[in-house]
């Protein structure tokens, strides 16, 4: 269930080179349909869209936008402890990225004011997929960074089902502050907020998971609309020496492997005996688990034990891997974890869950994977916010830098340019 390699084997560096790699996600085989699907909501709309959803959804919804979309009836249809659990995940995800808030800057260097200013962007959307996927912590992860950004409009992208299913969903979204609801998924969903139909406005910013249609339909409209990134499956890597647990190391790797088939549930230790260990937990584990049989399959696809010498080699392949959630499950976990430079968000301690990252520590859990945190982030208040630098000169200022301002313009050919330095300071005309 559980593949073992040891640092000494000549399958060591094989493998650890493949999960470097492994967010090249395979977008060709599905690139023309998207692409398809992309121009034809462009060409034709809402009507378009609303094909997508018959033929590949089977529902045709009565709106296709709805800023009216029952979330504050839907929160309190809920019982009041799951009312309560949402309720206490939003305060405390609220009260973390509100730390996030960026001013700007401004000062004042020999006449010239220097600054940066920040603006939230206009409009928004939040994917979120549906069918067997319906997370709300999703949905309170991305949105409420959105809101304390101070974005205006604020749109929540699902299928929805019209029935009792969207409650939980509708009553996140109530308590992040999505101002409307665009019911539809998939690549057709992504190119109706990119682009814009007769009723669903065009908005700046896409952020959220979802399967590889919808991630190659977020490549394709980059450029026209920002993106956070293009997420791939869900991965966690424990770092284990002799002080970790062997069952709940196991129960963390299938805390992701029960996402999807195609999750990855990564080792690195210092014991064999310790990884043979967690193979077994694993195996019995797997059987009460409801969602038993796509974690085993995500075992067997892309579960690993790496068997390394020492500390310092624990640190080096998990700065390969560049995980998506890194746990450290080792004596003096906080020295390892501040050797770590590339990981998602970092889970430090035997009594430090990834569940609680997933659901209510604080920060959002919309991650970068496939390794994409050696220049990635997670989701935050910053993603939804655009910066001007500011440049106001004082006209001795400007007399000061003249000749070095034109020097470099003219190093560059740019007559034009120093000219116009030239024509302020009095020093002839264009």
Known sequence: MLTIVAHDSPE????????????????????????????????????AVRDCIQRFEHRSPALLFREDYGGAAALARLSPETRGVLVRAADRITRFHERQRDAGFRYVEDGVTLGTRTQPVERAAVYAPGGKARYPSSVLMAAIPARIAGV??????????????????LAAAHLSGVTAVVDAGGAQAIAAVAYGTESIPRVDKIVGPGNIYVATAKRLVFGAVSIDSIAGPSEILVLADHTANARVVAADLLSQAEHDEAAYALLACTSHAFAEAVARELTE??????????????????????????????????????????????????????????????????????????????????????????????????????????????????????????????????????????????????
């Open 12 to 47: 060591f560096g094989p493998a650890l080179a493949r999960l470097a790699c492994r967010g090249e996600l395979d977008f060709e085989k599905v690139e023309g349909a998207v692409r398809t699907i992309i121009a034809d909501v462009r060409t034709r709309g809402d009507a």
């Open 152 to 169: 205006r409009s604020l749109f929540l992208v699902t299928p929805l089902a019209d029935d009792a299913a969207d409650d939980l969903i």
């Open 285 to 430: 584990q797997l059987e009460s688990l409801p969602r038993g049989p796509i974690a085993a399959t995500a075992l067997r696809a892309n579960g690993l034990a790496l068997v390394v010498q020492d500390r310092d080699a624990l640190v080096s392949v998990a700065n390969r891997i560049a995980a998506e959630h890194l746990s450290i499950q080792t004596h003096e976990a906080q020295l390892l974890a501040d050797r770590i430079e590339r990981a998602g968000a970092i889970f430090v301690g035997h009594a430090t869950p990834e569940a609680a990252g997933d659901y209510f520590a604080g920060p959002s859990h919309v991650l970068p994977t496939g390794g994409a945190v050696r220049f990635g982030s997670p989701l935050g208040v910053y993603d939804f916010m655009t910066r001007s630098s500011i440049i106001a000169y004082e006209p001795e200022a400007l007399v000061a830098q003249s000749a070095d301002i034109q020097a470099f313009a003219r190093l560059e050919g740019l007559e034009a340019h120093a000219r116009a330095v030239a024509v302020r300071v009095g020093q002839g005309r264009p």
